[in-house]
């Protein structure tokens, strides 16, 4: 009798799925829209949850599927992910179901179980960890209103912010302007005040001007000075899920959009900062993926079950 899990990792805009079978062997992956319960209603993330998982199990019987795990975007609250939980079993016809939040897919991704820090920095920005007795811990990601320091979002919010400083007459004069214009088609820069208060420019396009800075950073030294001050930001989250856990030399996987453009230079900054507030880290590659993590977190899960 075949036996198979599925693992997703469901972000806002985009969402992957894979069907592995008894040995882990991969034997099916589908892509998909985004799969944030939040950011959807109830019958569009239905609509999209069974016909992922329908295109996935083309070839293959829903009945030989003993569990399934879903890394979401929007489920850090527990309310969310049972509710969510439900609403999969329901869409699918699956009935072993798991949904942790896209995070902690991702840190069980990047080192399968073992103890470790996985620092993520994309358009927001935390922390996770996990010990050798399998506890989590967390800092930030308390999203771009209250936090997400160090994030492309805030490098970015923090740039548009000085270059409205320089045409208010407020700050000295820089390149930034010139930038902000050029990646977002503006004439002047004033005019992407209405497109951030309407929502017009989503928070993951705000986000995407942080690879244009970060690419003329050894030009620019305001630029640089954003690298600094996001690496201490960040640093700080790893000390602070570090001190949690107690994990004195942590393995640490970086994983998000902002080490992708420049990423030496900010992994250089954050070296930096960590060896300065005394903690000894290595800069290790993410394991697998996160789509790979909600697997391992369920047959972790399934392991404890049958112990």
């Known amino acids: 009798m075949n036996s198979y899990l599925i693992g997703i990792d469901g972000g806002a805009s985009r969402s992957t799925a894979i069907l592995v079978d008894a040995s ?15 950011s959807l209603d109830g019958v569009e993330f239905n609509s999209r949850i069974a016909s992922l998982i329908q295109k996935l199990l083309a070839d293959y019987q829903v009945g030989d599927v003993k569990g399934l795990c879903a890394g979401l975007a929007g489920t850090g609250n527990e309310t969310v ?20 939040s896209d995070a ?9 179980g073992k103890p470790g820090l996985l620092l993520i920095a994309g358009t927001g920005s935390i922390c996770l960890g996990l010990d050798e007795q399998g506890e989590t811990a967390r800092a930030g990601g308390f999203g771009r209103v209250v936090g997400d320091e160090g994030s492309g979002y805030w490098i970015s919010v923090s740039a548009i912010r000085k270059a409205l400083w320089e045409v ?21 820069v004033r005019e992407i005040i209405p497109l951030i208060h309407e929502s017009k420019l989503t928070p993951d396009e705000i986000a995407s001007l942080a690879a244009v800075l970060l690419s003329h950073s050894a030009t620019e030294s305001v630029i640089r000075d954003y690298i600094d001050r996001a690496a201490s930001h960040l640093a700080g989250l790893v000390l602070a899920t570090a001190m949690k856990l107690n994990l004195t030399e942590p393995a640490v996987a970086l994983w998000g959009g902002l080490w992708n453009s420049s990423g ?37 899960v399934s392991s404890k079950a049958s112990e």
Do not use: C
Not at 273 to 289: G, I, K, M, Q, Y
């Open 81 to 100: 992910r049972l509710k969510t939980s439900a609403a999969i079993k329901q869409a699918a016809g699956i009935e072993n179901v798991h949904v942790i």
């Open 104 to 112: 902690l897919a991702a840190l069980w991704g990047a080192f399968q």
């Open 168 to 188: 208010d007459g407020r700050g000295s004069s820089s390149t930034l302007p010139d930038m902000i214009n050029k990646h977002f088609n503006l004439q002047d």
């Open 264 to 300: 030496q230079e900010m992994q250089k900054a954050l070296q930096r900062d960590l060896s300065a507030r005394n903690l000894s880290v290595r800069f290790v590659e993410p394991a697998e993926s996160p789509e790979w993590g909600a697997i391992r977190y369920l047959q972790s």
């Open 24 to 38: 882990s062997e991969l034997v099916s992956t589908e892509h998909g829209p985004g799969l944030n319960p939040l």
